[in-house]
């Protein structure tokens, strides 16, 4: 497992407090945002090492991929903010013609699947391996289970953090339903 330090903590209970006023109804003041970096032609994208979702835009000319995105405000055309792990981003306008204005936050139960994903050495899997089907029915599962074995410290939390992603579940439920499966993909039963 690893360990986090102070800094890394600090800044991902920074993002989901934030996150947490941001549903209560908070409106951050401007002076909070007004000097972070801008994105303009943004749209939505996927973060490589967490799976989640990042802002993807043009800063000074060239492409640029944020931080996972915690929570996002935005009026007509896409101009807003958008907070992320490692602050606050402006957002000009979007080229996503389907955009529609509003607050979008990540779930309530986020950060502790966030904390999990750090601590395990999370590195999200290739998307070509995610499974639709049931753990014990789906042979994808075993695809990603593989990719944690050699990418994660912690391969079966990394693997909890996955399924509770994409399944949208807490970090509690997700532990409870891959730890049998987890363990039986272990076992090698010999028949005679």
Not at 12 to 17: G, K, V
Not at 20 to 39: M, N, S, Y
Not at 128 to 137: H, S
Request: proline share 5%; hydrophobic share 45%.
């Amino acid at each position: 497992m690893i360990v986090l330090s102070e800094k890394q903590q600090a800044a991902i209970d920074s993002a989901f407090n934030d996150r947490d006023k941001l549903a209560a109804g908070w409106q951050p003041p401007g002076e909070l945002w007004a000097d972070a970096p801008v994105l303009n032609r943004w749209f939505h994208g996927v973060h490589p090492v967490s799976g989640t979702m990042a802002i993807v835009g043009e800063r000074d000319g060239e492409q640029r991929r944020s931080s996972p995105v915690v929570a996002m405000l935005t009026g007509p055309g896409g101009i807003g903010w958008a907070r992320t792990l490692n602050g606050w981003i402006r957002l000009a306008l979007t080229v996503d013609e389907l955009h529609a204005p509003g607050l979008r936050t990540i779930s309530e139960g986020a950060r502790e699947i966030e904390f999990a994903a750090q601590r395990a050495g999370y590195t999200a899997p290739n998307r070509t391996l995610q499974p639709t089907g049931p753990l014990a029915l789906d042979d994808r599962w075993a695809g990603v289970a593989d990719h944690f074995d050699r990418t994660a410290e912690d391969s079966e939390t990394a693997l909890a953090v996955f399924y509770a992603r994409l399944r949208k579940v807490g970090l509690t439920e997700a532990r409870m339903m891959v730890a049998g499966w987890w363990v039986a993909r272990q076992l090698d039963f010999e028949i005679a």
